[in-house]
Nanobody, 124 residues
Framework: VQLQASGGGLVRAGGSLRLSCAAS????????MGWFRQAPGKEREFVGG????????AYADSVKGRFTISRDNAKNTVYLQMNSLKPEDTAVYYC??????????????????WGQGTLVTVSS
């Protein structure tokens, strides 16, 4: 199983980025997906999640209204659209997959597979 995250980079505050996570080696449509992030010196935190069908989503309060998670099961890809970025959004962003019950979970330990991370840096 591979989860390949991409789309990170350097952006000014107020700007936008779209992260992608391409999955292979698993039946993508059977897995719920999540995005987490880890800033320097901080613990990994949940950012957003989406159910296997895409019908349910959830977000951390810190990104609600600014970030949108979506998926394309035909392309085995999950996306994270990030708008109105803030310097405090600077982190390595990771995608993850789980199939425990197909719904969204915010608990990192429940995810089965993780991508390698992509760095997002937001300058002030």
């Amino acid at each position: 199983v591979q989860l390949q995250a991409s789309g990170g980079g350097l952006v000014r505050a107020g700007g936008s980025l779209r992260l992608s996570c391409a999955a292979s080696g698993l039946t993508f449509s059977s897995y719920a997906m999540g995005w987490f992030r880890q800033a320097p010196g901080k613990e990994r935190e949940f950012v957003g999640g989406i159910s296997w069908s895409g019908a349910s989503t959830a977000y951390a309060d810190s990104v609600k209204g600014r970030f949108t998670i979506s998926r394309d099961n035909a392309k085995n890809t999950v996306y994270l659209q990030m708008n109105s970025l803030k310097p405090e959004d600077t982190a390595v962003y990771y995608c993850a997959a789980h199939r425990r019950y197909g719904g969204v979970t915010t608990t990192a330990d429940l995810y089965d597979y993780w991508g390698q991370g992509t760095l997002v840096t937001v300058s002030s």
